[in-house]
């Protein structure tokens, strides 16, 4: 099967019946895993990016938090959000079908905090220098949830099974 061909025509798709032009397929060992155009316009739900649900399929399939031994197809660079949940998942490889530039004359989706020409440089600022409001409000509460989390797993501090960078 042509996985670069499937992911253009499930955006096709999309487009046609009314909703955004990006999807997402995931590809195991020859077959495809899971896929999903982007929902956003349908649900009217901001996460339901064609990664984030197909990302949430797969992950279902498998019972698993991890996809690796995956490839990822997406029609467009993701955004930061995608981004995160892709480097979350840690699939093999992430293969993208067109940059930012490419689509830009067809295409832009910029909000009040979220304009992808800057996000990236937004992102890397201190969190009390970005455009979005934020507040700090420190709690030793808190920090007691993660000494929890700590106790119940044998005192380990890292979630077991999950691929490392090491």
């Given at each position: 099967m042509d996985f670069v061909q499937r992911t253009i025509d499930?955006?096709?798709?999309?487009v046609t019946e009314g909703g955004r032009p990006f999807a997402t397929v995931i590809v195991k060992d020859g077959?495809?895993?899971?896929?999903?155009?982007?929902?956003?316009?349908?649900?009217?739900?901001?996460?339901?990016?064609?990664?984030?649900?197909?990302?949430?399929?797969?992950?279902t399939k498998l019972g698993t938090e991890h996809l690796t031994g995956?490839?990822?197809?997406?029609?467009?660079?993701p955004c930061p959000m995608c981004l995160g949940s892709?480097?979350?998942?840690?699939?093999?490889?992430?293969?993208?079908?067109t940059t930012r530039d490419a689509y830009e004359p067809h295409y832009v989706d910029d909000r009040k905090y979220f304009e992808l020409a800057n996000?990236?440089?937004?992102?890397?600022?201190?969190?009390?220098?970005?455009?979005?409001?934020?507040?700090?409000?420190?709690?030793?509460?808190a920090v007691e949830v993660y000494r929890l989390w700590q106790q119940r797993n044998g005192g380990e501090r890292r979630v077991a099974g999950t691929p490392t960078a090491g």
């Open positions: 499930l955006a096709r798709r999309n077959r495809i895993l899971a896929e999903s155009a982007n929902k956003v316009a349908q649900t009217n739900d901001p996460t339901a990016h064609a990664e984030i649900l197909a990302i949430r399929e797969a992950c995956t490839t990822i197809y997406v029609l467009a660079h892709l480097y979350y998942c840690s699939p093999d490889e992430v293969v993208f079908l996000f990236y440089d937004e992102f890397a600022k201190n969190w009390e220098e970005r455009r979005l409001p934020m507040r700090y409000s420190p709690s030793e509460d």
